[in-house]
C-alpha cells in the first residue's frame, strides 16, 4: 500500500523543481482543465492551478513534521489535491473520481513534454501555473501554489 505524506518544508519541492529547471515553458495555458495519468493516477490540472489526483486504491496519508515524525490521516484517501495557498497538499473528499475522465485519463507522456535529463528525464505537464512531472528515476511530482507532492517510493506532499 503506497502512502502519502504531507509536509510544509521545502525539502521535497526542490526535488519535485528538478525536472523544470532544464525545461522552458511548455504545455501553453488553453481553456479548460488538463487530464493525464501518471503512477497509477488520474489527475486534472483546472485553469486556476488547482491540482487534483485520483488515487487507484485507498491510500494511508501522512503529514510530516518537518523533522523524521508525521502525524497520520486516520482513514485510507482516494484523492490528494494542492488547492490552496495557505495549506499542503492533502487529502480531498470529493465523491467518486473527479479527475478522471470517463475511460480513462491519457499517460502524461502522450503530450507531456520531455522534462529533465538523465536519471531526471521525463515528460511534464504545465497549466495554469502548476506542473506535474515525471522525473528523478520516474517519480511523480507535481507542483502548484506554493506546495507539492511527490510519489516515489511513497506520495510525499507539502
Known sequence: ???????????????????????????????????????????????????????????????????????PVPFPVREVLIDVPWAPAHPGLDPGTPHTLPGGNPDIGTFGTTAGSGANQGPAVYHAGAVCAIGFHGSFSCQSKGHAFNDYEQITAS
Open 1 to 71: 500500500m503506497k502512502r502519502i505524506l504531507a509536509h510544509t518544508v521545502g525539502v521535497l519541492a526542490a526535488a519535485a523543481a528538478v525536472p523544470m529547471a532544464f525545461t522552458a515553458v511548455a504545455n501553453a495555458d488553453k481553456p479548460g482543465p488538463v487530464y493525464f495519468s501518471a503512477h497509477g493516477m488520474n489527475c486534472s490540472i483546472t485553469d486556476d492551478g488547482t491540482v487534483g489526483c485520483d488515487l487507484t486504491s485507498p491510500t494511508s496519508f501522512a503529514f510530516s513534521t518537518g523533522t523524521d515524525s508525521q502525524i
